[in-house]
């Protein structure tokens, strides 16, 4: 049997799979830059939005050229529909200064037959049905999406980034969890705690952090906010799986670090340059102070190149951590 293509009902191959988490966290990346910065100008908006389609249509092609789904006229049907929206998607992308009905159809073109083709996946044999079931949700939602931008223009002119950003976004999230496809329930558990690690730094932390920096040491006890929820685990499973516990923890810290201010612009009207921030969070600010440690008895000025290898060592060790213990869930 070749290796690069996939029996009727069997697993996607491991390249493909890792295509689908590498594309998806790729299009829920410009989601978000694109909903954290809705103020760009409209034609920067559609340029990021024709790339994230185009990763899409990337994947959606992919998949119909190695997976030998319900029979060849689907998988024939999945390569052709991906080609035709990378087409219609580039063709937006090499043609600037469209106008806004013009725009609307043709990502309504691009993202009906992205929405058509996830539906069509709900009917591969193999994969769990929660897995599938999702799929179709997603795509029966992508597909709405475009039926409302052409049938109701008057929303498409006031919110078509942001509607077709969301999906987008939407969209990412399946790919990455359809290329992660877990099948022991240790593995689906894993999935809703990164989820959850993810939502609550992102959202509740940084909703934290934007405005409570007053409190005494304050940032150990932004520290131990972050380890709170994954304290339970230690509680109720021993300190057997601490690993996991501490790397959930430090996954926060990450959403927090990296997102505080995307999540300031998207949902609390802060106004900051993305880019230079994020330059200092990543350490390209070398020894320029970011901001002083809050420790209580002590202060300590952390340079942007202090923060920038924390951040890496947190992205290794989360990374090795969680990655052994999905393809080991046993011995967690």
């Known amino acids: 049997m070749n290796r690069t293509t996939c029996p009727r009902g069997g697993a996607p191959p491991k390249w493909l799979r890792a295509v689908d988490v590498g594309l998806g966290l790729a299009s829920v990346t410009i989601s978000i830059i694109i909903l954290a910065n809705l103020n760009y100008q409209f034609a920067?908006?559609?340029l990021l939005l024709s790339v994230s389609l185009i990763l899409n249509a990337a994947r959606m092609t992919a998949t119909g050229g190695v997976?030998?789904?319900?029979?060849?006229l689907q998988s024939l049907g999945l390569v052709g529909g991906g080609l035709l929206a990378g087409v219609v998607a580039v063709a937006v992308l090499l043609l600037p200064g469209l106008s806004l009905e013009t725009l609307v159809y043709l990502f309504a073109i691009v993202l009906t037959i992205q929405g058509l083709g996830r539906i069509s996946r709900y009917f591969v044999r193999g994969p769990p049905f929660w897995l599938r079931t999702s799929t179709l949700a997603v795509g029966v939602a992508t597909v709405s999406m475009a039926v409302i931008a052409v049938f109701i223009p008057g929303i498409a002119a006031l919110a078509l980034v942001p509607m077709i950003a969301t999906i987008l976004l939407v969209n990412g999230v399946e790919m990455v969890v359809w290329g992660l496809s877990p099948?022991?329930?240790r593995q689906v558990t894993l999935l809703k705690l990164i989820l959850f690690s993810a939502f609550y730094g992102l959202i509740l932390i940084n909703w934290l952090d934007l405005y409570g920096t007053t409190a005494p040491a304050y940032h150990v006890w932004l520290i131990m906010t972050y380890m709170a929820p994954f304290g339970v685990l230690i509680v109720f499973q021993g300190l057997k799986d601490w690993q996991?516990?501490?790397s959930l923890g430090l996954?926060?810290?990450?959403?927090?670090?990296?997102?505080y201010y995307f999540i300031g612009d998207l949902l609390f009207g802060f106004h900051r340059a993305l880019l230079p921030w994020l330059e200092g969070?990543?350490?390209?600010?070398?020894?320029?102070?970011?901001?002083?440690?809050q420790g209580g008895v002590f202060q300590l000025p952390v340079?942007?190149?202090?923060?920038?290898?924390?951040v890496y060592v947190r992205i290794a060790v989360v990374t090795i951590v969680l990655y052994d213990w999905?393809?080991?869930p046993a011995k967690y």
């Open 244 to 246: 996991v516990a501490v």
């Open 326 to 328: 999905w393809k080991h």
């Open 44 to 46: 920067q908006l559609v």
């Open 183 to 185: 099948t022991d329930p």
């Open 281 to 293: 969070q990543l350490g390209f600010l070398g020894a320029k102070v970011l901001f002083d440690f």
């Open 251 to 259: 996954l926060v810290s990450l959403m927090n670090d990296l997102g």
């Open 303 to 310: 340079t942007s190149i202090l923060m920038g290898l924390t």
């Open 67 to 72: 997976w030998r789904t319900l029979d060849r």
